[in-house]
């Protein structure tokens, strides 16, 4: 499947045009938007003399905001969204040498992808009548996507978002310069 590049190839073409110069350029209004949204309140606090975690405050968040926008979900899941990331991401951080069945950290981050996943599901389900101009619209009513099983959607989504989400935090947290 995804060792065969002609239909790795595929799946990532169900997506790839979201990802080109002129759609990102046309979402700098709107991640101004989130930051600005994000920012004010940070000031705010740094201008009454508080110490603020930038990070936490802002490069956490912002990426698994703008990802979620773009796949369509709604405002109000958006916490959930990152909060999901982050318990899928923290399930790991000690390495895998771990007893998975009592390991509270790998329980969390377990139930935390199959709480994203049902989500999703719901999501492609919903797209599937009703198409918008989404990330899991285009999948779902692309030409691969006539042949992916509900379950490798919910993969590949899963990881855009998570991926997309930890890796960008990451990086904007290093580079973050005030």
Known sequence: AVDDPAYHHALRSAWTAAFRRDPVQS???????????????LVERLRSGETVDLVAGLCRHLPGYVI???LGVAPDMQDSIVRWSDEMAASTAGGYDIDYETNEAWQTGERAKRDMAAYIIEQIRYRRSHPGEDLIS??????IGATLSEEV??????????????TTANWLAHITHI
Not at 27 to 41: E, K, S, T
């Open 27 to 41: 979402l700098a209004g709107m991640i101004r938007g989130m930051i600005d949204q994000m920012l004010d309140p």
């Open 68 to 70: 979620a926008r773009l």
């Open 138 to 143: 285009q999948i779902v009513h692309s030409e």
């Open 153 to 166: 959607m919910v993969i590949n989504t899963r990881q855009l978002l998570f991926g997309g989400t930890e």
